[in-house]
């Protein structure tokens, strides 16, 4: 397979993550991994690395692409600064533990555990699963304990964690707007600090590739920097076209087809 031919490769998966992640309200990482697994797996890139190799390339795109997302709400006024002050120890400290817990499993346990969390997304998408809005707002030792959650569980798996973050400032009283916007915000230290770790803990391993630095593929990263950010605006605007619930379960049936993929791998 030549140069050319993977990189074209990586465009179009850049296009796809993008479009889904404006057409379902979620973020890349759920598409981008799974298709960089069998993406790697067509290089011929050695197993031991390729799930981990995908984590780590979906953060470092995340820092693009959730950088714009950031500054725009950020633009919007739909951050919610204490909250998100509050959370970031806990995001930047979970992500490096998120990372060190991905590096000390095997590829293959990594991605049945993927697979798990794919499919337990699914299933919240399907019944509609959800907390409750409330309307207390937690000690800041909750949320730091909240942040290191979901910055473990998002850098383990190579996703922003709005799947997690939205639902939880929800529950502390945030009305939907600011959730999203602070949700947006938290992703990209996150993503920073999780692609840094990675880079760093696979720093000179013998199986890595060319044009790796550590556990971040830069051709894969810079293919899908360049098309997710357009393609993303397109997906927003199919969304306001396709009707809500037929998405949801569009989506749900894809993860559900994506999650059972890595569990029986």
Do not use: D
């Not at 799930?51 to 780590?56: E, K, R």
């Not at 920073?192 to 051709?219: S, Y």
């Not at 997906?235 to 894809?254: E, I, K, N, Q, Y």
């Amino acid at each position: 397979m030549s140069v050319m031919t993977i990189f074209l490769g990586y465009l179009a998966l850049g296009a796809a993550a993008g479009t889904m992640a404006g057409l379902f309200g979620v973020g890349g990482g759920l598409i981008i991994v799974p298709v960089l697994v069998f993406a790697f797996g067509l290089q011929n890139i050695p197993p031991e690395i390729t799930m981990h190799l995908a984590v780590g390339t979906s953060l470092a795109t995340i820092v693009i692409t959730g950088a714009s997302s950031a500054l725009g709400h950020f633009r919007q006024g739909s951050v919610y600064r204490p909250w998100f002050l509050a959370l970031l120890p806990g995001l930047m400290v979970g992500a490096i533990g998120g990372v060190f817990i991905a590096g000390s499993l095997s590829g293959g346990v990594l991605g049945t555990l993927f697979g798990i969390f794919v499919l337990l997304l699914a299933t919240k998408m399907v019944f509609g699963l959800s907390p409750k809005a409330g309307s207390i707002a937690p000690g800041k030792f909750a949320m730091v304990v909240a942040g290191g959650i979901v910055g473990a569980i998002s850098a383990l798996f190579g996703i922003g964690g709005g799947a997690m973050t939205v639902p939880w400032l929800s529950r502390c009283g945030a009305t939907m707007t600011q959730a999203v916007g602070t949700s947006a915000a938290c992703g990209l230290p996150i993503a920073l600090v999780g692609a840094i770790t990675f880079m760093v803990m696979g720093w000179g391993h013998p199986l890595l590739p060319n044009w790796a630095t550590g556990f971040v593929m830069w051709p894969a990263f810079f293919g899908i920097v360049v098309t997710s950010v357009p393609f993303a605006r397109v997906g927003v605007r199919l969304a306001h076209v396709l009707p809500a619930h037929v998405l949801r379960l569009c989506f749900a049936l894809l993860l559900a087809v994506v999650g059972l993929r890595f569990v029986l791998a």
